[in-house]
């Protein structure tokens, strides 16, 4: 069965009826700077970093999983592609240098999504560097999932995942080291649904806890254009309701600062704001809707070496999934946030 993709363009140029909570702008943008750029025709989907500072980084037009380095003007060396496969999406790493990223079969150019193919797949990159190649093995496979998104590290010591699935609306739980997997998270707040008629859902998830606060799982939905939370226990059964932390951003993937800030993927504005979890307010730090600095901008993760650790490292999926809007190529870009983080 093959089942609608995104219509994410469309929701752009709806952006403008969404004011649920106006951002608020930060005084000075910061402006992205190229890492790499991608040829035209390519849409990106996630990034992870390495703790070499490299980052890994998911194509939804191909089957590619690539490496660049975290300065400007990088090249991208190809890890592996899955030749069964034609897309990748979510990319996490568990134990050091041991990834895990999903495979499945769904198109940008037919905006469908065939449920069955998809997988989870580990990425060994202990011996990338010294050979140039990584080991690959399958996790897991996933029959009843309509397409695998967004993923996030949820328990280290048991290997535990989470991997939305935007078209069922639902948050499943893996196991990566044994494989077994569970539906752990289906809500009203999970599902896609108002205020847009797009089918993506729960789109980006992962795990936060302030210190002496409670754990919490987090997750953005697209077409209900919202981040929620969760309270979870350690292996991630929720213990409370679901809550809306912020509203009115047309949200892909985020990340976390140190102070527990999320930084969010706007993909339905082009831009990265910042979302204080306490207050719920948001703060536009790059991007705009009126430039293709940030075109349909799908995910960010922070540096990892001494020198970039308020370096926020993005994905461009570039904007030509359905129709309308200015298309570009899918790139990786960096976004130094020093000061926009104080
Ligand atoms: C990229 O391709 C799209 C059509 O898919 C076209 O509209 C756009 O102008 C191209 N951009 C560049 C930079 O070549
Ligand atoms: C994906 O589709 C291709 C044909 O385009 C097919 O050969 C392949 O077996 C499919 N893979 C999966 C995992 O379903
Ligand atoms: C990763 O690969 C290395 C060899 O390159 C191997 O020694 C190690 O056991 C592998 N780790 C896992 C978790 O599979
Ligand atoms: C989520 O729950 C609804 C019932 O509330 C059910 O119909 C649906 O199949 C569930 N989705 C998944 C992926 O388990
Ligand atoms: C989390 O809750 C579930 C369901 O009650 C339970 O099976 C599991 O053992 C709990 N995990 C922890 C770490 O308490
Ligand atoms: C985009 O441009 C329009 C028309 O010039 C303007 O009204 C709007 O404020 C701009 N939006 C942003 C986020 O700069
Ligand atoms: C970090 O340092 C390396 C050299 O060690 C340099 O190549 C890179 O550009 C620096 N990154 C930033 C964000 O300054």
Not at 49 to 67: E, K, W
Not at 155 to 164: C, F, H, R
Not at 181 to 193: E, G
Request: glycine content about 8%; aromatic content about 8%; proline content about 6%.
């Amino acid at each position: 069965m093959r089942v609608s993709f995104g219509l994410i363009t469309l929701l752009y140029s709806a952006a403008d009826a969404l004011s649920a909570s106006v951002p608020q702008k930060h005084d000075t943008l910061v402006t992205p700077q190229v890492v790499h750029t991608f040829p035209n025709g390519t849409n990106m989907e996630n990034l992870a970093v390495r703790a070499s500072g490299q980052i890994l980084c998911t194509i939804i037009t191909a089957p590619n999983l690539y490496q660049v380095n975290p300065i400007v003007d990088s090249p991208a060396t190809l890890v592996h592609s899955f030749s069964d496969y034609e897309t990748l999406f979510g990319i996490i790493e568990v134990q050091p240098d041991q990834f895990y990223v999903l495979a499945g079969n769904a198109s940008a150019a037919t905006l469908t999504s065939v449920q069955g193919s998809w997988s989870a797949f580990h990425v060994n990159m202990s011996s990338f560097d010294d050979e140039g190649t990584a080991t690959i093995d399958k996790v897991a496979d996933f029959p009843d999932a309509l397409l695998l998104n967004g993923m996030g590290l949820l328990n280290l010591e048991q290997g535990l995942v989470y991997i939305a699935d935007p078209y069922a609306g639902a948050i499943s739980i893996l196991n990566v080291n044994t494989g077994s997997h569970y539906v752990a998270i289906n809500n009203s707040l999970t599902i896609p649904a108002a205020p847009f008629t797009t089918p993506l859902g729960v789109n980006g998830v992962h795990v936060f806890q302030q210190p002496a606060g409670p754990l919490y799982v987090y997750f953005s939905n697209t077409a209900q254009s919202l981040l929620a939370r969760m309270p979870i226990n350690a292996t991630g059964t929720p213990i409370g309701d679901a809550e809306v932390v912020a509203s009115g951003i047309i949200a892909d993937d985020f990340t976390f600062d140190s102070q527990g800030n999320v930084l969010q993927a706007v993909i339905g504005s082009d831009e990265i704001v910042k979302i204080n979890t306490a207050t719920g307010t948001v703060t536009v730090l790059a991007g705009s809707p009126n430039n293709t600095e940030l075109r349909s901008v799908s995910a960010a993760q922070f540096g990892r070496l001494y020198n970039d650790t308020t370096t926020l490292f993005v994905t461009l999926n570039g904007g030509n999934l359905g129709e309308g809007g200015p298309v570009v190529p899918g790139a990786v870009k960096m976004l130094d946030l020093g000061a926009a983080l104080a």
